[in-house]
């Protein structure tokens, strides 16, 4: 799949500081876009802007950030727009938004320590997701050992496991937003739900085997 | 026959998670269909996998209400960002 220039994150200084813009309060250079540009804008990025926030919110962790990175994206998509083929939206989004997220994670690492909220930010909705109905015991049972076991999985198997499963990208396009071959997605994913399955044969919730 | 049995078995477990998530080939997925309708055991452990996809997604459906205000917030800010057309 070919694909056209992607905006890589390495921006001036400016750039850095364009997520705490507040919405509709954008510098006037933005809008000088061209209309044919805009009108390219809303045809291939503004239908992608729920998978864009449901991927984004993997990668941060956080709804306040996942929003930011949306629109940093959404920003670098504009501005990258008239380069832009047409072919495939949805991968070169995806890896605009891999580049933003990268590079917003770098620029906070530099004046903050890692937080490492990835794990607790994802225990706490999934915390808050356990069905409430009595009746159906063992599906809440069901449902709570995967979420336990989701959430002690390295870190690299959650997400890929959240971006296909809970996100529902295709293979190739969980491999664009992690900058990793669709050979990896794939192992990762499989490892992971393996484990999902031996924590549930574990609990009597699945049969005992040697996993898929 | 029973060797021929296992051994489709053993193709089964190796692509069966791509077929639960769609990314198998055609030929493969027809495979499978197939066999999964005569084996047991594959059967079962295709259930499994495809309650755990479930479980997983479930676990996303409180987070979903949320994600509607922030989409519309994120819409509005792209729409400042192609709205003053020429």
């Known amino acids: 799949m070919t694909r056209e220039p992607v905006p890589n994150g390495d921006d001036s ?42 991927v984004a919110l993997s990668l941060a962790g956080q709804p306040a950030d996942a929003e930011d990175l949306v629109q940093d994206t959404l920003i670098r998509a504009y501005r990258a727009i008239d380069r832009f083929d047409g072919e495939h939206p949805r991968a070169w989004l995806l890896t605009i938004l891999r580049h933003t997220h990268l590079n917003r994670v770098r620029v906070r690492s530099a004046v903050l320590l890692p937080d490492g909220d990835g794990v607790a930010a994802t225990m706490d909705r999934l915390g808050t997701a356990t069905p409430a109905a009595e009746e159906i015991v063992v599906s809440e049972l069901f449902e709570a050992v995967v979420a336990e076991a989701l959430s002690a999985l390295p870190d690299k198997h959650r997400q890929v496991v959240q971006l296909v499963d809970v996100d529902g990208l295709s293979y190739q396009e969980a491999a664009d937003v992690l900058g990793v071959p669709r050979g990896t997605v794939m192992s990762r994913l499989h490892r992971a739900r393996a484990r999902i399955r031996t924590r549930l044969a574990a609990a009597g919730l699945a049969p005992r085997g040697k996993g898929m | 026959m029973f060797n021929l049995a296992r051994s489709e078995c053993h193709r089964v477990a190796k692509v069966l998670q791509s077929y639960l998530d769609g990314e198998a080939e055609p030929p493969t997925s027809r495979m499978l269909a197939a066999h999964l309708e005569v084996c047991r055991k594959c059967g079962l452990e295709a259930s499994t996998y495809l309650a755990i996809k479930t479980a997983i997604a479930a676990t996303a459906s409180e987070v979903t209400a949320v994600d509607d205000d922030a989409v519309e917030r994120l819409r509005r800010f792209a729409d400042g960002l192609s709205g003053p057309q020429q």
Not at chain 1, 25 to 51: H, W
């Open chain 1, 13 to 54: 200084p400016s750039d850095r500081l364009e997520h705490s813009w507040p919405i509709g309060g954008l510098p006037t250079v933005i809008n000088a876009v061209p209309s044919a540009s805009a009108s390219a804008f809303d045809q291939y990025v503004v239908p992608e802007i729920p998978v864009l926030y449901r």
